[in-house]
């Protein structure tokens, strides 16, 4: 199992960025895929963007195309989330979240999850 540890959430002001990072601790993310969800208050978690780790390919959610990008850092087997152009409908507990890759588009449950950073953005 992967542990995953998840920093980089804060306070900013619409119209401003973040970036959030999503580290393995113990393993590496080879063969997986890390995936960012996001659940604020009263509604269900919601899928941001994932990265498949070995083939870098990515994927978003409609509602962050074109403002979130996520990307990967080899040497440091981290994840970052780089949100910018925040409004106040991003404002959100973020989790990172891994699974295995089983095959082309297949993947596993999620076995890890981060303990997840809170993103907070004012009007």
């Known amino acids: 199992q992967v542990q995953l540890v998840e920093s980089g959430g804060g306070l900013v002001q619409a119209g401003e960025s973040l970036r959030l990072s999503c580290a393995a601790v113990g393993r590496t993310f080879s063969r997986r895929t890390v995936d960012w969800f996001r659940q604020a208050p009263g509604k269900d978690r919601e899928f941001v963007a994932a990265i498949v780790w070995n083939l870098g390919s990515t994927s978003y959610a409609d509602s962050v195309k074109g403002r979130f990008t996520i990307s990967r850092d080899n040497a440091k087997n981290t994840v970052y989330l780089q949100m910018n152009n925040l409004t106040p409908e991003d404002a959100a507990v973020y989790y990172c979240?891994?699974?295995?890759?089983?095959?082309?588009?297949?993947?596993?449950?999620?076995?890890?999850w981060g303990q997840g950073t809170q993103v907070t953005v004012s009007s």
């Open positions: 979240a891994t699974a295995i890759m089983l095959g082309v588009g297949v993947q596993s449950a999620y076995d890890s």
